[in-house]
T-cell receptor
């Protein structure tokens, strides 16, 4: 079992839809959670950063962390064609045993105009 | 502008040759990382360095080497011992106080001919 599991997609939605992207993890020591957006042939761009459990909102994006279920989500409201990209979840136990960032394999999202 | 630069953007190598990928950052970050990205496999850590003149192997270090002589620079050499070097290589950096929030460069696409 991988430390981080991410729904592989691909996911295709119409413009304006609400998108839900999810990851589960097995290491209860993880406490820092990130979502990256990666356009084709580009480097990943940090989108959302959350510490511990709870919600964080930034414009059309909302990140949720449920540490009791070891489950994180990224919601995109009013999705736009420019949101079409691969979304990577990542997490860390910074200061703990590994001090490294563990990535999911990514979900490819296509928003159709 | 602060950021991470990688060069070249595209690199072609003949079998048996060593090649060096450049990574430079002006974010004053202490830690730097090299990842390899293959389709369907997410990001895999090759090497990382948390301070100058020190670095550690990641999950797939065989066939690669690095140096960290300056805080701003973390070059990666892909040696002839790396059996399947064709991939997208990403460099990242982070502050030691950021909870492992990593920022990525634009990547180098290496192709072995």
């Amino acid at each position: 079992q991988k430390e981080v599991e991410q729904d592989p997609g691909p996911l295709s939605v119409p413009e304006g839809a609400i998108v839900s992207l999810n990851c589960t993890y097995s290491n209860s020591a993880f406490q820092y959670f990130m979502w990256y957006r990666q356009y084709s042939r580009k480097g990943p761009e940090l989108l959302m950063y959350t510490y511990s459990s709870g919600n964080k909102e930034d414009g059309r994006f909302t990140a949720q962390v449920d540490k009791s279920s070891k489950y994180i989500s990224l919601f995109i409201r009013d999705s736009q064609p420019s949101d079409s990209a691969t979304y990577l979840c990542a997490m860390s136990d910074y200061g703990g045993a590994t001090n490294k960032l563990i990535f999911g394999t990514g979900t490819l999202l296509a928003v159709q105009p | 502008d602060g950021g991470i630069t990688q060069s070249p953007k595209y690199l072609f190598r003949k079998e048996g040759q060593n090649v060096t990928l450049s990574c430079e950052q002006n974010l004053n970050h202490d830690a730097m990382y090299w990842y390899r990205q293959d389709p369907g496999q997410g990001l895999r850590l090759i090497y990382y360095s948390q301070i100058v003149n020190d670095f550690q192997k990641g999950d797939i270090a065989e066939g690669y080497s690095v140096s960290r002589e300056k805080k701003e620079s973390f070059p990666l050499t892909v040696t002839s011992a790396q059996k399947n070097p064709t991939a997208f290589y990403l460099c990242a950096s982070s502050s030691r106080t950021s909870g492992n929030e990593q920022f990525f460069g634009p990547g180098t696409r290496l192709t072995v001919l």
